[in-house]
């Protein structure tokens, strides 16, 4: 007996939101494992003493503080990408530029850790990646909104969760602001003072409480 072709499977919206998210992790993992590549193991000329060698590290502190913020930092972005996306539950394909405008201010991301620890408390560098990240968070916020409200979000998904994923949005957008400023005048402390984040997030719950 002739074996029957099977039909051809038929990709509905739950295919595409998996294919985007997969993509999305993909460029979220290689930015983060990029930017230890950025750190060079330092040379150190003979005679190789101990005190060489600390000298030598100490002086990739700089490194290795941007490479921690940053790790951090894309590490947060993801975790948001990952909680606004389990909203979906619908697909809508005028999510693909401000997903791939998000990813590609991400994938960025280890140029502008390597500038600003390559000459760390200078005014420019500083800035420059104060700003993008800036630039990045109001990637993400675009992206947020669109998979927390119709069409693509789930009808079940409360409406305070919605809040709650747009509000932590805002708050990095607020803190990589802060550090942006204070970078003008402090350079050294602007990436520091991207510890306003959670302190933002803090304030506009308080000013916003989503019950």
């Not at 509905?12 to 230890?36: C, K, N, Q, W, Y």
């Not at 005679?47 to 940053?70: E, G, K, N, W, Y």
């Not at 119709?150 to 409406?159: F, H, I, K, N």
């Amino acid at each position: 007996m002739p074996r029957i072709p099977r039909a051809p499977e038929l990709h509905g919206p739950g295919h595409a939101l998996e294919r985007m998210i997969f993509f999305s992790d993909a460029v979220f993992a290689i930015a983060i494992t990029l930017l230890i590549i950025e750190i060079h193991v330092p040379e150190v000329h003979a005679p190789r003493t101990d005190h060489a060698f600390l000298v030598a590290l100490a002086q990739i502190i700089p490194h290795f503080v941007s490479f921690l913020v940053s790790f951090f930092v894309i590490g947060a972005f993801w975790a948001g990408h990952h909680r606004a996306f389990d909203c979906a539950r619908h697909w809508d394909s005028r999510l693909i530029l401000p997903n791939l405008l998000l990813l590609c201010t991400i994938a960025a991301m280890p140029f502008f850790t390597a500038l600003a620890s390559e000459y760390y408390g200078h005014r420019v560098p500083v800035a420059f990646y104060c700003g993008w990240l800036a630039l990045a968070a109001l990637a993400a916020i675009r992206v947020q909104r669109l998979v927390t409200n119709a069409p693509l979000v789930g009808e079940e998904v409360p409406l305070a969760q919605r809040a709650a994923i747009r509000q932590r949005g805002y708050a990095t957008f607020l803190g990589a602001l802060t550090g942006f400023v204070v970078s003008l005048f402090v350079p050294w402390l602007g990436q520091p003072a991207l510890i306003s984040i959670p302190l933002w997030r803090m304030l506009l719950q308080r000013l916003h409480p989503q019950g």
